[in-house]
C-alpha cells in the first residue's frame, strides 16, 4: 500500500502576505463601522445613513432581489466606493418590507484618504502576476481596481485571480507601486479533501443526466434547466485545465464529457453532471433561487483535470488541489478533483480517497462557493472565510438530507462532510467538529494565519450551531444544551441560514454577526419567540458565539 | 361513454307481409333500419411505454355504452313460419377514452408524475347475423322472432402513448394528447337473437321495429403486438322500412 505523506489541509494552507515596503505612506490604522441594525432606533439611524451616503456615492446599489420567501420583502445591497473605486469587503445589506426598513447589516469603512488614481495599467498588472505566478493571464481575467483594508491601512489596490499548477490564487497589486500586497488562495473549495443518459455514478447509483445530442455524440450539456449547466473533460490535461481556470483559452464543445450512446460509462462524469443539477434544482425548489447569481449563470464543471495515475510522479501540492480536492474558481466554474487509486490514502487518518464528484454534499459545498460569491461575498479569511466554508458545508449537508435518507451508510444524508468519497468518515463532521480536530466552540477557534486564518477549521464552529439549531443537544465544550426545532423541521434552519448568509451578511461578517442575522432571518420568517429563532439562538450561544 | 343517438331515419322494416286478401305470406320480406346499440361493453387498455428510461405505465379506460346503427336484412320464409334471414349491420361509436399515465420523472428514477386526461376513441362493429327465423303473421302486424349466429369484424381507436406538457423543475406534468392507432380484429364469432315486429299499410310496404342482442369475444392488436380482447355486440334497437314480396 502506498502512503502519501501529504499532510492535509497543511498543504494547501494559505499564504497571506502583507507588503509594507512599497515606498508609499500607508493610510492610517482602518476604521471599520460594523452595521447591525435590527432595532426601530437603530434602523432609523442607519437608514437615513444609508440613504445619505447613497446620495453622496458612497454606497452603490449592486443589486436589488424580492424576497422569493416574504411576499413584500426586498432587499437591497449596496457597496462602499471611494472616488468611484470599490471598498473591498465594505458593503450593507438593507432589508425592507414593503418600504418600511427591517434590517440593515454591513461594514463601513471610514477615514479612507488616498488617491484614487493607479499608476499601473492592466498590463502592467498582469505582467506582475504572470511574473510572480509563472501564468500569463488571457483577456478574460481583468483586473479590478479596489480598495483593500488591511492591518497596516488602506491600498489602492487591483485584484485578480490566477491559477498555477500549484495553486488558485487571489491577487492583491498595489496599484501604485505594482507590489503584491496580498496573496490568498484564490479558490474557494473543499479543502483538504479531499469530491442523463443514464449511467452509473461513482458508488454504482443509477444516474439520469440531461445531456445533448450533437452530431451523433451525447454531451454533457443540460438544456432542460434553465441556465447551461456543462460538465468539461479535461482528459488529465492539466495545463489546459489551468489555461481555462486563468482565462487564456476556452473550453470548446470537443472538451464536454461525451458518449457515443446515452448510456454513460464515465462515472466521474455523470455524478459531477447529475449532482451539479441537483443542487441547482435544490436551491430552485427550497429556496426559489435561480442558480448561483439568481439569474441562472451558466454553471461549468471539469473533471478528470489530472491523470489518476500520475500521483506517484505529482507534487504535494498538485494531489491538494487536483487530487484530493475539489474547488469553485469563480463565475460559476467548478474543478472536481481526481480522488487517488486504490491502495493510496493520506496521512494521518489513513483515508483513501475516491473521485470527489461521488459526494453529493462536496457539489452543493462547491456550488454554494458560488452563491455566496454572488451574494454576501464573504471574505475568505480569518471569520468571514469560516462563515464563508460553513455556510457551503451547511447546504452542501442540506442537500444530503434533501435527497438521501437519513443514515450513515454511503448515499445517505448526515452531518460529515465529504463520507461518501473520503473514507472512512470524511472531512469534517458538523455533529462533532473534535472528531477531526476542528473546534465546537468559539473559545477553542484557531487564531493563526495557516488556512487563510482557519477558514476550514473555524467552519466547525457554525456548521455545529447549525447542526444543534436542527438535532438539539449538548455543546461538549460549554455543556449548554440546545432544544432543536427536530428533523421534520429541518427545512425551516435551511431557510433561516439561506435567508441569513445569502440576503442579510456583510462581506466582513464576524460569528457574531453571522449569529444575529440568522436570528433576525428567524424572526423574519417565523417569528419572534418562535421555535426556529429559540432554537438558532441557543445553538449560537452553546457555541461560544454571543 | 356517451353515445350519439343517430336515428337515420327509420327505413325499414321486417317482416312479415300479410294482407288480409292474400292466401299466401310473403316470401321474402326486407328490412332497413337505423337506431341505437347498447352495451356495457368497455375496452381497458393497461401497457407499459418506455420514457426517461422507467416504464411509464399507462391506462385506458373507454366506455362503448351507445353506438349509432345502420342494419339492413333480408329475410326468406322456407315453409309455413319458419325462414332464414341475413342481416348486415354496422355500430359506430364515438367516445371519450380516459387515460391515466404515470410518466418518470426526467432527472431522477423512482419520481413518477401522474397525468390523466381523455381522447375521442372510435369504434366501428360490422356484424353479419345469420338468423333462423319464425315468423308469426296477421293482417296487419307481423312478428318474427330470429337468432343464430353472428360474425363480427371491429375496428377500434387504441391509445399507443401519451403525449404531456412539463417544465422545469419537471416535478408535474400535465396531459396534453395520446396517440392512437386503430386495430382492426380478426372476425369474431358470436350470437343473436331477436324480435322484429312490423306494422303494414300496404301489400308490400310497411314499417317496423327490431330489437336484437348480440353477443361476440373479439380480439385487437394492442400495443406490443399485445393481445386485446374486447366485447362486441349488446343490445341494438332500431327502426325503419318493411317491404314484402
Same mark, same amino acid.
Given at each position: 500500500?502506498?502512503?502519501l505523506?501529504l499532510l492535509v489541509p497543511a498543504a494547501i494552507v494559505a499564504s497571506i502576505?502583507?507588503?509594507?515596503?512599497?515606498?508609499?505612506?500607508?493610510?492610517?490604522?482602518?476604521?471599520?463601522?460594523?452595521?447591525?441594525?435590527?432595532?426601530?432606533?437603530?434602523?432609523?439611524?442607519?437608514?437615513?445613513?444609508?440613504?445619505?451616503?447613497?446620495?453622496?456615492?458612497?454606497?452603490?446599489?449592486?443589486?436589488?432581489?424580492?424576497?422569493?420567501?416574504?411576499?413584500?420583502? !426586498?432587499?437591497?445591497?449596496?457597496?462602499?466606493?471611494?472616488?468611484?473605486?470599490?471598498?473591498?469587503?465594505?458593503?450593507?445589506?438593507?432589508?425592507?418590507?414593503?418600504?418600511?426598513?427591517?434590517?440593515?447589516?454591513?461594514?463601513?469603512?471610514?477615514?479612507?484618504?488616498?488617491?484614487?488614481?493607479?499608476?499601473?495599467?492592466?498590463?502592467?498588472?498582469?505582467?506582475? %502576476?504572470?511574473?510572480?505566478? *509563472?501564468?500569463?493571464?488571457?483577456?478574460?481575467?481583468?483586473?479590478?481596481?479596489?480598495?483593500?483594508?488591511?492591518?497596516?491601512?488602506?491600498?489602492?489596490?487591483?485584484?485578480?485571480?490566477?491559477?498555477?499548477?500549484l495553486e488558485g490564487y487571489e491577487?492583491?497589486?498595489?496599484?501604485?507601486?505594482?507590489?503584491?500586497?496580498?496573496?490568498l488562495i484564490g479558490a474557494e473549495r473543499q479543502a483538504a479533501t479531499s469530491t442523463?443518459?443514464?449511467?452509473?455514478?461513482?458508488?454504482?447509483?443509477?444516474?439520469?443526466?440531461? %445531456?445533448?445530442?450533437?452530431?451523433?455524440?451525447?454531451?454533457?450539456?443540460?438544456?432542460?434547466?434553465?441556465?447551461?449547466?456543462?460538465?468539461?473533460?479535461?482528459?488529465?490535461?492539466?495545463?489546459?485545465?489551468?489555461?481555462?481556470?486563468?482565462?487564456?483559452?476556452?473550453?470548446?464543445?470537443?472538451?464536454?464529457?461525451?458518449?457515443?450512446?446515452?448510456?454513460?460509462?464515465?462515472?466521474?462524469?455523470?455524478?459531477?453532471?447529475?449532482?451539479?443539477?441537483?443542487?441547482?434544482?435544490?436551491?430552485?425548489?427550497?429556496?426559489?433561487?435561480?442558480?448561483?447569481?439568481?439569474?441562472?449563470?451558466?454553471?461549468?464543471?471539469?473533471?478528470?483535470?489530472?491523470?489518476?495515475?500520475?500521483?506517484?510522479?505529482?507534487?504535494n501540492e498538485v494531489i491538494g488541489l487536483f487530487y484530493v480536492n475539489a474547488f469553485y474558481c469563480?463565475?460559476?466554474?467548478m474543478v472536481f478533483g481526481e480522488g487517488l487509486?486504490?491502495?493510496?490514502?493520506t496521512l494521518p487518518g489513513?483515508q483513501?480517497w475516491?473521485?470527489l464528484?461521488?459526494a453529493?454534499d462536496v457539489i452543493a459545498h462547491e456550488l454554494t462557493h458560488g452563491?455566496t460569491?454572488?451574494?454576501?461575498?464573504l471574505i475568505g479569511r480569518n471569520e468571514p472565510g469560516a462563515l464563508n466554508e460553513a455556510f457551503s458545508d451547511i447546504m452542501g449537508t442540506?442537500?444530503?438530507?434533501?435527497?438521501?435518507?437519513?443514515?450513515?451508510?454511503?448515499?445517505?444524508?448526515?452531518?460529515a462532510v465529504g463520507e461518501?468519497v473520503v473514507?472512512?468518515g470524511g472531512i469534517r463532521n458538523m455533529?462533532?467538529p *473534535?472528531a477531526f480536530g476542528d473546534p465546537?466552540?468559539?473559545?477553542?477557534r484557531f487564531?493563526g494565519t495557516a488556512d487563510n486564518g482557519g477558514v476550514h477549521t473555524n467552519s466547525t464552529i457554525a456548521s455545529?450551531?447549525?447542526?444543534?439549531?436542527?438535532?438539539?443537544?449538548?455543546?461538549?465544550?460549554?455543556?449548554?444544551?440546545?432544544?432543536?426545532?427536530?428533523?421534520?423541521?429541518?427545512?425551516?434552519?435551511?431557510?433561516?441560514?439561506?435567508?441569513?448568509?445569502?440576503?442579510?451578511?456583510?462581506?466582513?461578517?464576524?460569528?457574531?454577526?453571522?449569529?444575529?442575522?440568522?436570528?433576525?432571518?428567524?424572526?423574519?420568517?417565523?417569528?419572534?419567540?418562535?421555535?426556529?429563532?429559540?432554537?438558532?439562538?441557543?445553538?449560537?450561544?452553546?457555541?461560544?458565539?454571543? | 361513454?356517451?353515445?350519439?343517438?343517430?336515428?337515420?331515419?327509420?327505413?325499414?322494416?321486417?317482416?312479415?307481409? !300479410?294482407?288480409?286478401?292474400?292466401?299466401?305470406?310473403?316470401?321474402?320480406?326486407?328490412?332497413?333500419?337505423?337506431? %341505437?346499440?347498447?352495451?356495457?361493453?368497455?375496452?381497458?387498455?393497461?401497457?407499459?411505454?418506455?420514457?426517461?428510461?422507467?416504464?411509464?405505465?399507462?391506462?385506458?379506460?373507454?366506455?362503448?355504452?351507445?353506438?349509432?346503427?345502420?342494419?339492413?336484412?333480408?329475410?326468406?320464409?322456407?315453409?309455413?313460419?319458419?325462414?332464414?334471414?341475413?342481416?348486415?349491420?354496422?355500430?359506430?361509436?364515438?367516445?371519450?377514452?380516459?387515460?391515466?399515465?404515470?410518466?418518470?420523472?426526467?432527472?431522477?428514477?423512482?419520481?413518477?408524475?401522474?397525468?390523466?386526461?381523455?381522447?375521442?376513441?372510435?369504434?366501428?362493429?360490422?356484424?353479419?347475423?345469420?338468423?333462423?327465423?319464425?315468423?308469426?303473421?296477421?293482417?296487419?302486424?307481423?312478428?318474427?322472432?330470429?337468432?343464430?349466429?353472428?360474425?363480427?369484424?371491429?375496428?377500434?381507436?387504441?391509445?399507443?402513448?401519451?403525449?404531456?406538457?412539463?417544465?422545469?423543475?419537471?416535478?408535474?406534468?400535465?396531459?396534453?394528447?395520446?396517440?392512437?392507432?386503430?386495430?382492426?380484429?380478426?372476425?369474431?364469432?358470436?350470437?343473436?337473437?331477436?324480435?322484429?315486429?312490423?306494422?303494414?299499410?300496404?301489400?308490400?310496404?310497411?314499417?317496423?321495429?327490431?330489437?336484437?342482442?348480440?353477443?361476440?369475444?373479439?380480439?385487437?392488436?394492442?400495443?406490443?403486438?399485445?393481445?386485446?380482447?374486447?366485447?362486441?355486440?349488446?343490445?341494438?334497437?332500431?327502426? *325503419?322500412?318493411?317491404?314484402?314480396?
Amino acid at each position: 500500500m502506498h502512503v502519501l505523506r501529504l499532510l492535509v489541509p497543511a498543504a494547501i494552507v494559505a499564504s497571506i502576505v502583507f507588503g509594507g515596503s512599497a515606498g508609499h505612506p500607508l493610510q492610517a490604522q482602518v476604521r471599520a463601522t460594523k452595521v447591525a441594525a435590527t432595532t426601530f432606533a437603530e434602523l432609523r439611524a442607519w437608514d437615513s445613513t444609508v440613504d445619505r451616503m447613497k446620495r453622496d456615492d458612497v454606497l452603490r446599489l449592486r443589486r436589488t432581489i424580492d424576497d422569493a420567501m416574504l411576499p413584500g420583502r !426586498l432587499h437591497e445591497r449596496f457597496e462602499q466606493f471611494y472616488q468611484g473605486v470599490r471598498v473591498f469587503g465594505g458593503d450593507v445589506a438593507r432589508q425592507s418590507d414593503r418600504g418600511l426598513t427591517v434590517s440593515i447589516f454591513g461594514t463601513i469603512y471610514e477615514g479612507i484618504d488616498l488617491d484614487a488614481q493607479p499608476r499601473l495599467s492592466l498590463d502592467d498588472v498582469k505582467a506582475v %502576476i504572470e511574473r510572480r505566478s *509563472g501564468v500569463a493571464l488571457g483577456p478574460g481575467r481583468v483586473p479590478e481596481l479596489v480598495i483593500l483594508p488591511d492591518e497596516t491601512g488602506y491600498r489602492l489596490t487591483y485584484r485578480v485571480k490566477a491559477f498555477t499548477i500549484l495553486e488558485g490564487y487571489e491577487y492583491f497589486v498595489d496599484a501604485k507601486s505594482g507590489a503584491i500586497v496580498l496573496e490568498l488562495i484564490g479558490a474557494e473549495r473543499q479543502a483538504a479533501t479531499s469530491t442523463l443518459g443514464r449511467g452509473q455514478g461513482v458508488l454504482g447509483d443509477d444516474k439520469k443526466v440531461s %445531456i445533448s445530442s450533437q452530431s451523433g455524440t451525447f454531451v454533457a450539456s443540460d438544456m432542460l434547466r434553465p441556465p447551461s449547466l456543462r460538465t468539461y473533460d479535461a482528459r488529465g490535461d492539466v495545463n489546459k485545465v489551468l489555461s481555462f481556470l486563468n482565462g487564456r483559452t476556452v473550453l470548446v464543445t470537443s472538451d464536454l464529457a461525451s458518449s457515443t450512446s446515452t448510456t454513460w460509462s464515465d462515472p466521474v462524469a455523470v455524478d459531477a453532471h447529475a449532482q451539479v443539477g441537483w443542487v441547482y434544482d435544490y436551491y430552485f425548489k427550497r429556496h426559489a433561487r435561480r442558480g448561483l447569481d439568481n439569474n441562472n449563470i451558466s454553471i461549468v464543471s471539469v473533471v478528470h483535470p489530472v491523470r489518476r495515475n500520475d500521483v506517484s510522479t505529482s507534487s504535494n501540492e498538485v494531489i491538494g488541489l487536483f487530487y484530493v480536492n475539489a474547488f469553485y474558481c469563480c463565475e460559476g466554474v467548478m474543478v472536481f478533483g481526481e480522488g487517488l487509486p486504490p491502495g493510496f490514502v493520506t496521512l494521518p487518518g489513513r483515508q483513501s480517497w475516491n473521485f470527489l464528484a461521488g459526494a453529493l454534499d462536496v457539489i452543493a459545498h462547491e456550488l454554494t462557493h458560488g452563491v455566496t460569491d454572488f451574494s454576501s461575498r464573504l471574505i475568505g479569511r480569518n471569520e468571514p472565510g469560516a462563515l464563508n466554508e460553513a455556510f457551503s458545508d451547511i447546504m452542501g449537508t442540506a442537500v444530503e438530507f434533501f435527497y438521501q435518507p437519513a443514515g450513515t451508510n454511503v448515499l445517505q444524508a448526515d452531518y460529515a462532510v465529504g463520507e461518501d468519497v473520503v473514507t472512512p468518515g470524511g472531512i469534517r463532521n458538523m455533529a462533532n467538529p *473534535g472528531a477531526f480536530g476542528d473546534p465546537d466552540h468559539y473559545s477553542r477557534r484557531f487564531t493563526g494565519t495557516a488556512d487563510n486564518g482557519g477558514v476550514h477549521t473555524n467552519s466547525t464552529i457554525a456548521s455545529h450551531a447549525y447542526y444543534l439549531a436542527i438535532e438539539g443537544g449538548t455543546n461538549r465544550t460549554s455543556g449548554l444544551s440546545v432544544q432543536g426545532i427536530g428533523t421534520a423541521n429541518r427545512e425551516q434552519m435551511e431557510k433561516v441560514f439561506y435567508r441569513g448568509f445569502t440576503q442579510l451578511m456583510p462581506a466582513n461578517a464576524t460569528f457574531a454577526v453571522a449569529r444575529t442575522v440568522t436570528i433576525q432571518a428567524a424572526r423574519d420568517l417565523y417569528g419572534a419567540g418562535s421555535a426556529p429563532e429559540r432554537a438558532v439562538t441557543q445553538a449560537w450561544t452553546a457555541v461560544g458565539v454571543n | 361513454m356517451r353515445g350519439r343517438f343517430a336515428m337515420t331515419g327509420y327505413l325499414a322494416l321486417a317482416a312479415p307481409a !300479410l294482407a288480409s286478401a292474400q292466401t299466401t305470406a310473403p316470401r321474402v320480406y326486407v328490412s332497413v333500419n337505423g337506431g %341505437i346499440q347498447r352495451s356495457d361493453n368497455t375496452v381497458s387498455q393497461s401497457f407499459n411505454v418506455q420514457k426517461n428510461f422507467e416504464d411509464a405505465p399507462i391506462s385506458v379506460d373507454i366506455d362503448e355504452k351507445r353506438g349509432a346503427l345502420v342494419d339492413g336484412g333480408v329475410v326468406l320464409r322456407l315453409i309455413g313460419p319458419i325462414g332464414m334471414g341475413f342481416d348486415l349491420s354496422v355500430v359506430t361509436h364515438d367516445a371519450d377514452a380516459g387515460v391515466t399515465a404515470s410518466v418518470p420523472h426526467p432527472f431522477f428514477f423512482r419520481q413518477p408524475r401522474s397525468i390523466e386526461g381523455t381522447t375521442r376513441a372510435t369504434r366501428r362493429e360490422v356484424a353479419g347475423h345469420i338468423e333462423a327465423v319464425y315468423l308469426v303473421p296477421s293482417q296487419r302486424l307481423d312478428v318474427m322472432i330470429f337468432g343464430g349466429p353472428s360474425l363480427f369484424s371491429i375496428r377500434q381507436t387504441l391509445v399507443t402513448d401519451v403525449v404531456y406538457a412539463e417544465s422545469f423543475p419537471f416535478d408535474t406534468a400535465t396531459f396534453s394528447s395520446a396517440q392512437t392507432a386503430t386495430s382492426t380484429s380478426k372476425t369474431a364469432t358470436g350470437y343473436n337473437v331477436g324480435v322484429d315486429v312490423a306494422w303494414k299499410f300496404s301489400q308490400h310496404l310497411g314499417v317496423g321495429g327490431v330489437a336484437r342482442y348480440s353477443r361476440a369475444k373479439a380480439t385487437l392488436n394492442a400495443t406490443n403486438n399485445a393481445a386485446l380482447k374486447v366485447d362486441a355486440g349488446g343490445l341494438l334497437a332500431g327502426g *325503419g322500412i318493411r317491404l314484402a314480396f
